[in-house]
């Protein structure tokens, strides 16, 4: 591929999930991405349904090629989504759809893309805002699992960084931790960020709280994550305020240790449903504090950004920016670009 050329336009743009799938449409290089259909990815047994449907909605714009992100793995030209049985053939989908040429990017890949095309507008600093320096970005998304991500630049080309950083192992590091940290139900024999860090981990720390409530593990377990959020958020079950209240810390002091491994002066982005859920309850001075205990080199994680991504526009913003300048952007494109 001459990378020094656009994607062809107009180009089709895709945030794929388990649940849901959003299509925008960008009709030339540097014009805003438009949302075009947000389907739910149940309704369709295929991708090329689902695609077929926002093509339709494109009107008379019909899309010449595509980038999409899915939340699953992706190898070369192919994906598969993880929550549910899509399975993406990029050259199937190219020759089936009718487009010239596209490209398949995971979901955190993307979600690292994006802080490329981050805007003032996209975010919410944690506690005192600090100027980013030019070093790496991390984005860190407690959802089903947790995704990380990074992103580097190298003059003026952005190279990401996925990776499978949700499985390090975490540990108790005070007196609280150490009373419920027995409790934890470990996963495939090891306790790790994901294990807690994501929706079904607010469950495994709802259940190791239990006792300290008087409550039934198992029954604690069985409360469904959004249920455990909105008691939370409401006050109205110190259990829940608990399990909320420790999740945060966690995530802070995971969010910071990352951010040391990447050395992400770039600025730390946190982002995802159960995240969203329970943001009304971050102490953003607390949370910093818990972001920034590394010691002996506190003071370099004092000198990092942390911000909450509002919402996942940028998303899709990034991908057309990927098909309007490609050249800026690290991708194997020879072995992922794929034609109809």
């Known amino acids: 591929m001459d990378t020094s050329a656009a994607f062809p336009h107009p180009l089709l743009v895709a945030d794929i999930g388990g649940t849901n799938a959003r299509f925008a449409l960008t009709r030339a290089p540097g014009e805003p991405p438009r949302l075009v259909t947000k389907l739910a990815t149940a309704a369709h047994a295929r991708p090329e349904e689902a695609i077929d449907v926002a093509i339709a909605a494109c009107g008379d714009a019909r899309p010449r090629s595509a980038i999409f992100c899915a939340a699953g793995p992706v190898t070369g030209r192919e994906a598969r989504l993880t929550n549910a049985p899509w399975h993406f053939d990029g050259p199937a989908i190219a020759q089936a759809c009718g487009f010239a040429q596209g490209l398949l990017l995971n979901d955190f890949e993307a979600a690292a893309l994006s802080l490329a095309f981050v805007e003032e507008s996209d975010v919410s600093p944690v506690g005192t805002a600090i100027v980013p320096g030019r070093g790496p970005k991390l984005v860190l998304g407690p959802g ?17 960084l996925p990776g499978e950083g949700g499985h390090i192992g975490i540990g108790p590091q005070d007196a609280e931790d150490d009373g419920y940290w027995p409790h934890i139900a470990r996963q495939h024999g090891r306790v790790t960020a994901e294990t807690l860090l994501c929706g079904p981990g607010l469950q495994r720390l709802h259940a190791a709280l239990a006792p300290a409530f008087d409550v039934v593990p198992a029954d604690a377990l069985q409360v469904p994550p959004p249920q455990i959020a909105e008691a939370a958020v409401a006050g109205a079950d110190p259990h829940a305020e608990a399990t909320a209240r420790i999740f945060l810390k966690l995530l802070a002091r995971t969010a910071g240790d990352l951010a040391l491994v990447f050395g992400a ?3 730390v982005f946190l982002r995802g449903g159960v995240l969203h859920a329970l943001s009304r309850l971050i102490e953003p001075e607390e949370f910093r504090r818990h972001f920034t205990g ?13 911000a909450l991504m509002l919402e996942d526009a940028v998303i899709l ?19 992922r670009l794929w034609r109809g």
């Open 294 to 306: 590394k010691q002996p080199v506190d003071a370099f994680a004092r000198a990092m950004p942390l």
């Open 144 to 160: 089903t699992g947790l995704g990380v991500a990074a992103l580097a630049r190298c003059g003026e080309t952005f190279l990401p």
């Open 317 to 335: 913003r990034a991908m057309a920016g990927i098909g309007a300048g490609p050249q800026r952007f690290a991708l194997a494109y020879g072995e």
């Open 265 to 267: 002066t770039g600025g």
